[in-house]
């Protein structure tokens, strides 16, 4: 487990395709989990390690996390996140590049919690919620291209179904249109950056994750270089 960044407040973390953020019916160990062993064995503590989650991951998708080690911390946080106040930055490998090089892509998703699955529309339909996200083409291969991806709003899985809605899935997104599986079971989708002012110091604060080791991920970061 890499850890990004710590303070007396918050710890952020580099999540692994496949680890869930928050222990569900699975029952497999999750994200929250390894990060409450990793505080109880650093700093020896006894009993119950606090930890709170701020905000969560897609399981297949990697990148930065961050987590309230304090009460106070979390509530603070959280409130960031609701007013918008932290900066979020993915990337993601598509092999369709969009129609234009930037964009900007407002769409009405419709969640489906039997198919764990949102459905984009162009039109305001019955239950849906307005999803607005940026994106920037950062660099190509000869098969695949890179986007740089500002949500704008957080509804659920907004950027592989808009992506998915303009012809351009996430690398190994089966569920939103691509044809074939990443070998590590994940997808292409990475939580590259958050920025916040911090909700205790008052200062400023910019995480950044490199995304999982492989040839493509890595010829994208060269090449960005």
């Known amino acids: 487990m890499e850890v990004l960044y710590e ?4 710890i952020a973390v580099n999540k692994n395709n496949n680890d869930l953020v928050q222990g569900d019916n699975t029952g497999d160990e999750s994200l929250d989990q390894k990060v409450k062993q990793y505080l109880k064995d650093k700093y020896g503590k006894p009993g119950n390690v606090f930890l709170g989650v701020t905000h969560r991951l897609d399981r297949p998708v990697s ?3 961050l987590f309230a080690k304090t009460g106070k911390a979390l509530s603070r946080v959280n409130r960031l996140f609701k007013e ?6 993915y990337w993601a490998i598509v092999k369709n590049a969009p129609e234009l090089p930037n964009g900007y892509l ?3 998703l419709v969640r489906n919690p039997q198919k764990n699955k949102s459905f984009a ?14 994106y920037k083409l950062l660099v ?6 890179l986007l740089e991806i500002r949500p704008e709003t957080g509804r659920h899985h907004q950027i ?3 992506l998915s809605k303009i012809g351009s899935p996430i690398k190994g997104d089966l569920k939103y249109g691509f044809s074939r599986s990443n070998k590590n079971g994940g997808i292409s989708l990475h939580s590259r950056q958050l920025s916040f002012i911090h909700p205790v110091r008052n200062t400023s604060v ?3 994750a490199d995304p999982p080791k492989d040839k493509l991920w890595d010829f994208f970061l060269q090449n960005l270089k």
């Open 7 to 10: 303070d007396n407040h918050l």
């Open 63 to 65: 990148g930065a996390v």
């Open 84 to 89: 918008k106040k932290i900066e979020k930055i």
């Open 106 to 108: 407002k769409h009405y």
């Open 121 to 134: 529309f162009d039109q305001s339909v019955e239950n849906s919620k307005q999803a607005i996200l940026t």
């Open 140 to 145: 190509s291969s000869d098969r695949y291209h």
């Open 160 to 162: 592989r179904s808009q």
């Open 206 to 208: 910019s995480i950044t």
